[in-house]
């Protein structure tokens, strides 16, 4: 089946510091992958995609790349600052072949929480 | 516009009670999940639920329920709710998450 493991926490950063959360996957297909970010007290919030080989998806200066002959989907961002303080996980997706379009089932890694010092 | 929206946002109940979850979404998707995050941050699937039909159900007791009135609408029944069912409740559509319920069973 498919699994998602991602780089044990808690990570604790200087602000301004880069910042990398490994994520590595398993699964059969070709999964689309994401990261997802859980601030305190709040909700799921999609920070990136990617759906093929070699995308990346970035947004608010976090960037991962989809690495298929690594299995690999690392976070990164190249300076960190307090707000950046939250939960992150990394998810894929089983996109079936017949599926009739997405397949959105996530299986999810166990998240990895961010500390960011002033 | 919230693209997925869920109430209440937090739900406090004694063991026993029958509780609901209501999830709406306006994306137009057929497609609709919930997830349950545990204490310890960890999520994982427990529906899938396709133009009224269950399309996943992973080992989740027949005490939970989903429910589907329309295309836009899948509610979450728990029976006899169990300490152990204090958890965070998300409903998704595609890889999109409403803000979640609380769910405090004392």
């Known amino acids: 089946g498919n699994s998602v493991t991602q780089m044990e926490g808690p990570v604790t950063l200087s602000e301004e510091a880069f910042l990398t959360i490994n994520c590595t996957y398993t699964?059969?297909?070709?999964?689309?992958l994401f990261w997802y970010v859980q601030y305190p007290g709040e909700g799921l919030q999609l920070l990136l995609k990617?759906?093929?080989?070699?995308d990346k998806g970035s947004n608010k200066g976090f960037e991962a790349t989809y690495r298929k002959e690594t299995t690999s989907f690392h976070l990164e961002k190249g300076s960190v600052q307090v707000s950046d303080s939250a939960v992150y996980f990394c998810a894929l997706s089983d996109r079936r072949a017949g599926s009739g379009g997405s397949n959105y089932k996530l299986t999810f890694g166990k998240g990895t929480l961010l500390t960011v010092n002033p | 516009d919230t693209a997925v929206s869920q109430t209440p946002k937090y739900l406090v109940t004694q063991m026993g009670n029958d509780k609901s979850i209501k999830c709406e979404q306006n994306?137009?998707?057929?497609?609709m999940y919930w997830y349950k995050q545990d204490s310890k941050k960890f999520l994982k699937i427990m529906f899938s639920y396709n133009n009224k039909e269950l399309i996943i159900n992973e080992t989740v007791p027949n005490r939970f329920s989903p429910k589907s009135p329309d295309k836009a609408h899948l509610n979450l029944h728990i029976n006899s709710l169990e300490l152990g069912d204090s958890a965070v409740y998300f409903c998704?559509?595609?890889?999109?998450f409403g803000p979640g319920t609380r769910l405090l069973v004392l």
């Open positions: 699964a059969t297909g070709y999964p689309s």
């Open positions: 994306l137009g998707h057929d497609t």
């Open positions: 990617a759906t093929k080989a070699d």
């Open positions: 998704a559509v595609a890889q999109y």
